[in-house]
């Protein structure tokens, strides 16, 4: 099930933007080692090599596809093709950055707190996760799924709570921090182009779900997930399409 760097990259400014802003709250420090977890096509890597170009920074990332595009259009960088689920830092970092990525892992009480102990004292995890799971761009995915002809085999790569509550994570960092910052923000994005609101989860949620599939299914589900998006996301009268996006970030010092 790889990852396809130019369907994500179709609203590259959108998703880089959430980066940029948690990028923006990380104090003032002077990190020496940054591990950027999940680094896909290296955008969230170049913002953390632009304010920090003399740190030792490493992306890391499972797919090849992506890293092959970090390594040819991304900053000066050490590239790895690497597990997050069972990463380990090979020496206590400075700052941990992840962008849109763990939400695809499972298991958040235990791997939350074991990605502060990859820190050294005073260092800083930085993560953001995308929490919408509740929209009609994913819930009118899965409702979908469940009640198409494939429902047999793509329940297992359904997944109705990727993103716990903001209190969950706060009940499982605090004890391991000595500082913790844990916020929301909606992001309402204008987007243009046919079917805006499926070429966006085209490049991340609906991914799974169409390499599950036969090519002429995937075509016959997409086909009928567009047509229900289009009816929950109208278009406006000056042709864009509104799409409300809610994402979590936290900012934990140990």
């Known amino acids: 099930m790889g990852w396809d760097p130019v369907a994500y990259l179709k609203y590259g400014g959108e998703r880089t933007r959430p980066a940029a802003d948690l990028l923006a709250r990380v104090p003032e420090t002077d990190p020496n080692v940054i591990y950027d977890l999940g680094c896909g096509p290296g955008n969230s890597t170049a913002l953390l090599s632009s304010r920090w170009p003399a ?13 092959a595009r970090a390594r040819k259009n991304g900053p000066r960088a050490r590239w790895s093709e690497t597990d997050i689920e069972t990463w380990e830092a090979p020496q206590p970092a400075d700052l941990i950055f992840s962008n849109a990525v763990l939400h695809w892992l499972d298991h958040h009480d235990r791997l939350f707190p074991r990605l502060i102990q990859q820190l050294r004292s005073g260092g800083i995890l930085a993560v953001q996760m995308p929490r919408n799971h509740h929209a009609p761009s994913h819930a009118l995915l899965r409702e979908l799924a469940r009640s198409s002809p494939w429902a047999g085999q793509l329940e297992s790569i359904l997944r109705d709570e990727p993103v716990a509550s903001p209190e969950a994570y706060w009940r499982w960092l605090s004890p391991h921090c000595s500082e913790l910052e844990i ?11 046919q079917d805006p609101i499926l070429a966006w989860i085209k490049g991340s949620t609906l991914r799974p779900i169409l390499a599950a599939l036969a090519p002429e299914d995937a075509l016959t589900f997409e086909k009928a997930l567009a047509a229900q998006l289009r009816e929950a996301y109208p278009a406006e009268d000056d042709g864009c399409t509104l799409f409300p996006f809610r994402r979590l970030f936290i900012l934990a010092t140990r």
């Open 55 to 67: 740190a030792h920074l490493t992306g890391l990332d499972a797919d090849q596809t992506m890293l």
């Open 183 to 193: 916020w929301e923000t909606t992001y309402l994005m204008p987007l243009r182009g």
